[in-house]
Nanobody, 125 residues
Framework: QVQLVESGGGLVQAGGSLRLACAAS????????MAWFRQYPGKVREFVAAISWGGSSTVYTNSVQGRFTISRDNAKNTVYLQMNSLKPEDTAVYYC??????????????????WGQGTQVTVSS
């Protein structure tokens, strides 16, 4: 029904920036809440940021507050994660997610129905 494809990951030095993008296809994600999660090797996926369908409400995990910004462009069916002041502990696989049953931002992974394939972010020091 909905396919999500992440892009923009890569290798950067500490203090640098990256912008991740998640393009949706198959069906518009207007009115769908969107989020970013990340997963460290050997760990479960953890919440990073979420945005409501209209983009007026956003939530972040404490460790990225003030450094990361989530946004969306529904005309392009794309959600973004601008990551500034990157730290080595930000190194992880980042996943885009969409919630078909909600138009509000949520932190819980089980609120989301669709997931991208993930994109690797590596921050060196």
């Amino acid at each position: 029904q909905v396919q999500l494809v992440e892009s923009g990951g890569g290798l950067v030095q500490a203090g640098g920036s990256l912008r991740l993008a998640c393009a949706a296809s198959g069906r518009t994600f207007s009115r769908l809440a969107m989020a970013w999660f990340r997963q460290y090797p050997g760990k479960v996926r953890e919440f990073v940021a979420a945005i409501s369908w209209g983009g007026s409400s956003t939530v972040y995990t404490n460790s990225v507050q003030g450094r990361f910004t989530i946004s969306r462009d529904n005309a392009k069916n794309t959600v973004y994660l601008q990551m500034n002041s990157l730290k080595p502990e930000d190194t992880a696989v980042y996943y885009c997610a969409a919630a078909s049953g909600s138009n509000r931002a949520a932190r819980a992974a089980n609120e989301y129905d669709y997931w991208g394939q993930g994109t690797q972010v590596t921050v060196s020091s």
